[in-house]
């Protein structure tokens, strides 16, 4: 993210001379500054240019490089408590892996290439070492469409979880890129090398509260990261078609349930609502200008096995397990919070069918041949919880008793519930989530013990495997 970007240097304010200053130097020295101190204001004011030249240089080159942006972030939930984890300040990339070559060249053409017959897709798929992104290469990759992945591998929360993710990917046929999606010069040799006919674009800095600390890593993902994105596809020939991931965030302030894509939405709780509903108002730009055929789906509170561990249901997990207490929010009142939560089968499913239903784009080489679809989604479960029967679903399914703390919601940015409605996904792309929460979390929590704490698997005669997209 921009998060070491150096800042503009203030103006140097130049005092006035006085005629009282008492000089302790060597006489030379002293005579030279009686010189300068009379001499002309040209004079003076090139050697201040000269020396905020000089200082901002220097800032520039010590600050430190902004790290890449993609895919997931630190811990931190609407729900409870802030999981430990690194929640630090910056969000870095770990390192900039090198990319070009005949070697490189042949495995993103072999991973984007096209394996079913009929209809198949080629499709760049970013934040593929994320959550969502990686069940949605994986299946994608499954029915025989190319994929090949971008992510960046940012230490936003633990990078070992997205290199196990890659290795999953990999296993699948599927190639990940590392790169940044700000790097124009990347991007546009990805599509050079493949005439990409889909874009899923998945790659994000997410969470709510990580914005109060590092809100430049926000705007570098969310909004130039995107801008990045839709740049180098309304200049390829054939432009794709993009399906993106907005947010139920973007429905902000609005009490009225459940959230309709028809809502305001122009009411934003939190900087990161804010970016995703940038992103919204920037793919209009883009397909009215650029003719790009853009979909927006709108998740609602996803999770599942191989989940982002600044989530609430994961780090109640991992706190009921080592028996630390897990906080639990309530609204004024002592209101309810609750979420639409949705198991990532669904989600995939919803991905899907957004790609397979968009329609192509009109732009050919960056120039507008016709009108082209801007559709957006909503992609929930249409049920929420309350967050108290979630932390009672995992007792159960945990054997163990969480030490809850009923605090106040913080005002943080998160919001009291969310509740999608989603007949228009429904009606266009034929979604049908067919999760419950208990079924989900079930699957969750068999991938979480497996992972995380095989010999506890062990002990309780657990079986082996894995619920995956």
């Known amino acids: 993210m921009m998060d070491g970007s ?8 130049m005092e006035k001379p006085s005629h009282h200053h008492h000089f302790h130097h060597h006489p030379s020295t002293a005579r030279l500054l009686l010189r300068w ?22 800032l520039f080159l010590l600050s430190p490089r902004p790290p890449s942006a993609e895919a997931d972030p630190p811990p931190s939930s609407s729900l409870g408590g802030a999981a430990s984890g690194n929640g630090g300040q910056h969000r870095r990339s770990l390192r900039t892996a090198s990319w070009g070559g005949p070697a490189w060249e042949k495995r993103v053409r072999s991973s984007a290439r096209i394996r079913r017959q009929l209809g198949g897709f080629s499709v760049l798929v970013t934040g593929a070492a994320g959550f969502v992104g ?15 992945g971008l992510d960046c591998f940012n230490d936003y929360y633990d990078p070992s979880l997205k290199r196990a993710r890659q290795a ?69 020939d054939p432009q794709p078609a993009l399906v993106w991931a907005s947010s139920s965030s973007v429905y902000g302030l609005n009490s009225k349930v459940p959230f309709s894509e028809s809502d305001r939405t122009d009411r934003p709780a939190s900087l990161y609502a804010a970016t995703k509903k940038a992103g919204e108002e920037i793919a209009h730009v883009y397909n009215h200008i650029y003719g790009l055929s853009i979909t927006g789906l709108r998740f609602f509170t996803v999770y599942g096995p191989w989940g982002r561990p600044d989530m609430a249901y994961f780090f109640f997990t991992r706190n009921i397990l080592s028996g630390k207490p897990i906080s639990i929010f309530e609204g004024p ?27 192509k784009s009109t732009g050919s080489g960056g120039k507008k041949r016709g009108p082209a679809p801007l559709r957006v989604y909503n992609l929930g479960n249409t049920s929420p919880v309350p967050v108290a029967d979630l932390v009672s679903i995992l007792e159960k399914l945990l054997g163990v008793k969480a030490i809850r703390r009923v605090v106040k919601m913080p ?33 969750f929590v ?17 079986k082996s495997g894995s619920s995956s997209s």
């Open 6 to 13: 150096p800042s503009t240097p203030g103006k140097f304010k």
């Open 37 to 58: 101190h009379h001499s002309s204001p040209l004079s003076k004011f090139a050697f201040w240019a000269f020396l905020a030249i000089a200082v901002f240089a220097a």
């Open 134 to 148: 990686t069940h949605v290469s994986a299946a994608l990759k499954k029915r025989g469409d190319g994929v090949l």
């Open 168 to 236: 999953l990917l990999q296993r699948a046929g599927v190639f990940v890129v590392e790169g940044d999606v700000n790097d124009a010069l990347l991007l546009r040799k990805l599509f050079d090398v493949v005439p990409f006919t889909h874009v899923m674009h998945l790659a994000a800095q997410a969470g709510v509260r990580y914005a109060m600390t590092n809100p430049a890593s926000y705007v570098h993902s969310n909004v130039a990261g995107l801008v990045s994105l839709l740049e180098a596809a309304k200049s390829a």
């Open 333 to 359: 009142g002592h209101a309810t919070v609750a979420r639409d939560f949705t198991y990532i089968d669904d989600i995939v499913r919803g991905c899907v069918a957004a790609l397979d239903t968009a329609g």
């Open 411 to 443: 005002r943080n940015g998160d919001v009291q519930f969310t509740h999608a409605n989603i007949s228009l996904a429904q009606r266009e792309l034929g979604y049908h989530p067919a999760t419950n929460l208990r079924t989900g979390l079930k699957r």
């Open 446 to 462: 068999r991938w979480y013990l497996q992972y995380y704490q095989p010999n506890l698997v062990n002990k309780r005669g657990s």
